[in-house]
């Protein structure tokens, strides 16, 4: 039973954990892969059970031990992380209402879901789909928490909403309508800014205008952004005068040490008397770039950065559920411990091209899954050229006759 308040409510229910296990020939629906040597999958059985109360119960002692020293060197090696700024999640989103009455709160809930829509979707015109308004109609049915935060305004309120994003996620699935799910690339921040008093490189400590402005709409639209430390290191390898003068090769060397999804180059400066924006992305061998204006600088980097979005958007959404098919067998080189494996397998799992996925075998120098895909296998090429995890492996022969997209696990 939940209580019910206008002030605040949480309206989720059930279980929050979920164990999923894939079966495996021989093994019974509830083999778990345990470990990998030479060059063969073993795997432990393990029973799970899952109750609102609870959560998922216990784990092999075993398999958590195996894991931890497969991973341990893997953490230890980890490249060095920025500051992100993550902002709210996918699936939450802050409007402001006129009153706390009923009325205005159902009101907020499709303000508030459109745009967790456009974030999900990565298209801003998405709203004005009639398949869109109708989802928005039945907001209220996709409420998971919601409650109201004090607003700068006298008079009104804020409402915070956090829906249930793969419920969402699915009605656009199921309506023929793009979803960008899955992991969403990191992208590292070199931002230059030229005003009337100063020229300054903002890093991770610096409490800047221009970087708010950056975030506030990297949050609108789900993008995850880190700012380098700009310590001694990165001091002895960068300038003011590269992010400004366009001279890209010591800041992609000088991005290398953080691992990130894709590098942004963002130059910011007057123009007249408006402001301009600059902004160049780099992810895998491609690179692409965008201008704007506004009057305010805050003006110039929100066009910048909607463009960047939207771009994102097409390049990594998947539209509809296609008719089923055999699948495509995706192979994966690099793979060399536990860690490895299960960081592919979740992976690949997230992406929302893949409806399902199964691994289907170990070799001494690759992992082998058959996935069922939503679009194509070109869906998937295209996610993993802006993510951290994988990149795209051109491979000349087909695995037993199947279809084949070959990826490398990066390091």
Not at 148 to 153: C, N
Not at 225 to 241: A, H, I
Not at 320 to 347: A, F, K, N
Not at 370 to 389: F, I, K, P
């Amino acid at each position: 039973m939940f209580g019910l308040s206008p002030e605040g409510v949480d309206v989720t229910k059930g279980c929050t954990g979920q164990a999923i296990f894939k079966s495996v020939k021989g093994m019974g629906k509830t083999a778990l892969p345990a470990r990998l040597a030479g060059g063969y999958l073993c795997y432990f059985n393990q029973s799970n059970a899952c109750s609102p109360s609870t959560g998922p119960m216990r784990t092999l002692v075993s398999f958590r031990l195996i894991a931890t020293l497969f991973l341990l060197p893997a953490l230890l090696a980890a490249p060095l992380s920025g500051v992100a700024e993550t902002g709210m999640s996918l699936g939450e989103a802050e409007v402001r209402v006129a009153s706390r009455d009923r009325p205005e709160r159902m009101e907020g809930f499709s303000q508030a879901l459109a745009e967790v829509v456009v974030r999900l979707s990565g298209h801003r015109d998405i709203v004005s789909d009639p398949r869109v308004v109708s989802l928005l109609e039945q907001a209220p049915r996709h409420v998971q928490q919601y409650r109201y935060l004090d607003a700068p305004d006298e008079g009104t309120s804020l409402l915070w909403v956090r829906f249930d994003v793969r419920a969402v996620e699915q009605q656009l699935l199921d309506a023929g309508l793009p979803v960008w799910s899955g992991e969403r690339p990191a992208l590292l921040v070199w931002l230059g800014v030229q005003d009337r008093q100063e020229r300054r490189l903002i890093s991770a400590g610096d409490d800047h205008d221009a970087r708010a402005s950056l975030e506030s709409v990297a949050r609108e639209r789900g993008i995850t952004l880190l700012f380098p430390l700009m310590d001694l290191e990165d001091q002895g390898r960068v300038s003011l005068v590269d992010v400004m003068g366009g001279f890209h090769e010591p800041l992609l060397e000088a991005s290398r040490r953080y691992g990130p999804g894709g590098v942004l180059v963002v130059r910011v400066q007057p123009s007249g008397s408006r402001w301009q924006a600059r902004l160049q992305l780099f992810g895998g061998d491609e690179s692409e770039q965008w201008q704007g204006d506004g009057e305010t600088q805050a003006d110039a980097i929100a066009a910048v950065m909607h463009q960047l979005g939207d771009y994102l958007g097409r390049r990594l959404t998947v539209a509809g559920i296609q008719p089923d098919r055999g699948g495509i067998m995706v192979s994966v080189t690099g793979v060399e411990s536990l860690g490895d494996y299960l960081r592919v397998q979740s992976y690949l799992a997230d992406m929302a091209a893949v409806s399902r996925l199964r691994p289907h075998g170990v070799k001494p120098d690759r992992a082998l899954f058959l996935v069922q895909v939503r679009g194509s296998g070109r869906d998937l090429e295209r996610a993993a050229l802006l993510g951290s995890t994988l990149v795209p492996d051109p491979l000349t022969t087909a695995v037993d006759g199947i279809e084949t997209i070959g990826f490398r696990l990066l390091r």
